[in-house]
């Protein structure tokens, strides 16, 4: 028979759930931010890019050979631009995933009981939840 915890361990358990709690809802606004700022970034540039293009399609009859080589190099600036930010909008996302693997990695270090104690609990209501037909 196992022996119930007394309400100090309880207390502890439940104290380091609420912080365990608090770090991953501080780690989900950060990725629902940073998928934001991505998401308003690439659509952006897709808008300035299909302007860009829109213009150039209009102008592609009055175009000299000149004038195809500058749209060239627009559409060629344009889609180097679109890539540095999308290559800036994944560093950003990948920044805050590693703090935030590296704050619970912090504190599964510093209480290693109640985080084991925490994921068990954790795994046991998801088991329940996921057996339910």
């Known amino acids: 028979m196992l022996n119930t ?20 809802e501080v780690s989900k606004e950060d990725f629902v931010n940073a998928a934001s700022n991505i998401k308003a970034n690439i659509q952006s540039e897709s808008e300035r890019f299909q302007e860009d293009l829109k ?14 080589s500058v749209a060239r ?24 995933a590693e703090k935030s693997l590296e704050s619970t990695g912090q504190y599964v270090k510093e209480k290693p009981y109640q985080a084991l104690g925490i994921a068990l609990g954790i795994g046991f209501v998801l088991g ?3 057996s339910r037909k």
């Open 73 to 96: 190099q627009t559409i060629s600036s344009n889609i180097e631009s679109a890539r540095e930010k999308a290559n800036q909008a994944a560093h950003c996302a990948m920044d805050h």
């Open 5 to 24: 915890p007394d309400p100090r361990s309880q207390k502890k358990l439940k104290d380091g759930m609420e912080s365990v709690s608090e770090q991953v």
């Open 128 to 130: 329940k939840l996921l």
């Open 55 to 68: 213009d150039l399609k209009e102008k592609v009859v009055d175009l000299s050979s000149t004038g195809i």
